[in-house]
DNA sequence: ATTTATTTTTAGATTTGTCTAAAAATATTT
DNA sequence: AAATATTTTTAGACAAATCTAAAAATAAAT
């Protein structure tokens, strides 16, 4: 795979999010999305067609290629593996990770993708709940559900948190729970929308319905 | 502090390393080592002279100021890290983290790197057995002794192995022998320097001359 | 101390990524 | 469908980081 600029790289990521919404994205929306100005975008989409990376034809808008969002998935994939390992190997809160992921996912060695991703165990999810793509670009397909949606009993390892609120966010640190902590639900009272959880083994505790919705899992 | 670009930052971190060996640095010998042309260098000066990082008269040579000193350090601290947690968390050889290290030290965040520091448990050398400076910029002044070196039943810690090739890392993998590994000489046979050191507190083995005066460690 | 060689700097060009302002194409409204 | 508004592109400029070729300063050699 050729090498690309940062700036190259940080507008294929856009139009991949872009097109996921809309289809076809156009220079204003890009623009808007990458806080620049449409000329500038003008510019960007002539040498990204040259290099194969998008469908564009003047006035028309535009897409990526097979092989642009082959290339944006790549990228997303070092993001989310990066934020990944910033939250639950050094510790960051989920608020601060993006900012960082967004210099380090432009890092290009291959290799260490693929090693950073065995040493974090091959996560599916990052610390936001987005799917991490493999290697070769494929998305899990795996649903996610959150606490209430969960069937009893069922085992499940926590993937994201929707509300990353403070309050939060110590709550989740007080009971140990984090991205990867195999959970099950014990119980459930109907008459509140609350649950008892049991955490890894160990502990369990209580989680308001408010609470539960916010903590997503994935099984299987 | 302020903010560099990655060719400003590059330029800092080589006259430091230049004007360890030779006080003075000049144009050619940094653009030698820079791998780009003498009138390159130049413009660069003027610009590192002008936000005060070099001190530099035209003709006469020029070194770093003590801010220089002190960006120059942060960098070389980064790198380091880096270096160290490719090798010793991800498995790396050290023959290939040098060039991954050259992208991940631009990254800015200081805090990833604080929390980086920790995550790795503040080493206070680079596989390679360079001396990481802490976030002061302060460079450790602890001896290092390879193990011919080393007094006999003194605990130690492998800092850095120098001979690094493939035999070499084969047989410190096969003896689990890593940076960061407590070691103790048990014993030591005079007739051919060959000696028995007790790796962790478990296995023991017998290291020849050979390979002990290859393998670094430090105590205290 | 001249001449010659080396080093360093300047002057001017190039590339990349951005910008503003104006022109061109497309969409919307009356 | 003509007038108006919006979107997009072009044309030309600018800053950063590099380069080549030539000039200037310094060092070395006869």
Redesign the interface.
């Given at each position: 795979m050729t090498k690309f600029t940062i700036s190259e790289e940080n507008h294929i990521k856009c139009v991949y999010h872009l097109q996921q919404q809309t289809g076809l994205v156009n220079t204003n929306a890009l623009a808007a999305e990458m806080q620049t100005k449409a000329a500038s975008v003008t510019d960007m989409l002539k040498k990204l067609k040259l290099k194969k990376i998008l469908q564009y034809e003047k006035y028309k808008g535009f897409k990526l290629t097979e092989m642009g969002k082959k290339i944006a998935l790549s990228i997303i994939r070092k993001h989310r593996l990066w934020e990944y390992f910033?939250t639950v190997?050094?510790?960051?809160d989920w608020a601060?990770v993006h900012?960082?992921a967004e210099?380090?996912e432009h890092?290009?060695?291959e290799?260490?993708i693929q090693?950073?991703d065995d040493?974090l165990g091959n996560p599916s999810f990052d610390p936001h709940g987005d799917p991490i793509p493999d290697s070769f670009g494929k998305i899990p397909t795996i649903k996610q559900y959150n606490l209430v949606q969960l069937p009893i009993k069922k085992k499940a390892i926590v993937s994201s948190v929707s509300n990353q609120s403070a309050q939060m966010l110590e709550m989740l640190k007080h009971y140990k729970i984090g991205i990867g902590t195999p959970i099950q639900i014990t119980k459930q009272f109907l008459f509140d929308g609350s649950m008892e959880v049991k955490i890894l083994k160990n502990t369990t505790c209580i989680l308001s319905e408010q609470v539960a919705k916010n903590i997503f899992v994935y099984y299987e």
């Open positions: 910033l190997k050094l510790g960051f601060k900012a960082i210099e380090l890092i290009s060695s290799e260490l090693k950073l040493f």
